[in-house]
């Protein structure tokens, strides 16, 4: 599941939520009102951080290597590669290698 999944989901929940609540407030009419428990998680907490082999590759990206390059250098395939960019891509919300590779050295993954 890629960030924009992840998302995707956060936002229907909250949009079943606020339902909900309009639901329950219309039937609070004299009876008894129904326990609501608010979702109060940040979408960040629904991330996943970047594994220490996808940090080796992004690594690899920011010295100038390419997806065969870098799997050549840590004894993947170049498939193994390509997947390993694309979590990274999501895991970090960038739109490019060049943009993960600003997110990695802002957040200190890399040096």
Same mark, same amino acid.
């Given at each position: 599941? /890629? %960030?924009? =999944?992840?998302?995707?989901?956060?936002?229907?929940?909250?949009?079943?939520?606020? !339902?909900?609540?309009? *639901?329950? %407030? !219309? !039937?609070?009419? +004299?009876?008894? =009102? %129904?326990?609501?428990?608010?979702?109060?998680?940040?979408?960040?907490?629904? #991330?996943?951080?970047?594994?220490?082999?996808?940090? #080796?590759?992004?690594?690899?990206?920011? /010295?100038?290597? *390419?997806?065969? #390059?870098? +799997?050549?250098?840590?004894?993947?395939?170049? =498939?193994? *590669?390509?997947?390993?960019?694309?979590?990274?891509?999501?895991?970090?919300?960038? !739109?490019?290698?060049?943009?993960?590779?600003?997110?990695?050295?802002?957040?200190?993954?890399?040096?």
């Amino acid at each position: 599941m /890629d %960030a924009a =999944e992840r998302k995707e989901i956060l936002s229907r929940y909250i949009g079943h939520t606020r !339902r909900f609540n309009e *639901v329950a %407030a !219309r !039937r609070s009419n +004299g009876q008894q =009102e %129904a326990e609501v428990i608010p979702f109060s998680g940040p979408l960040r907490e629904l #991330e996943q951080e970047p594994t220490a082999r996808e940090i #080796e590759v992004l690594q690899l990206i920011s /010295d100038g290597l *390419v997806n065969r #390059e870098i +799997g050549q250098r840590l004894f993947l395939s170049e =498939e193994t *590669v390509k997947s390993h960019v694309r979590h990274l891509l999501a895991k970090l919300q960038a !739109r490019s290698r060049a943009h993960a590779v600003a997110v990695g050295f802002r957040r200190g993954l890399i040096g």
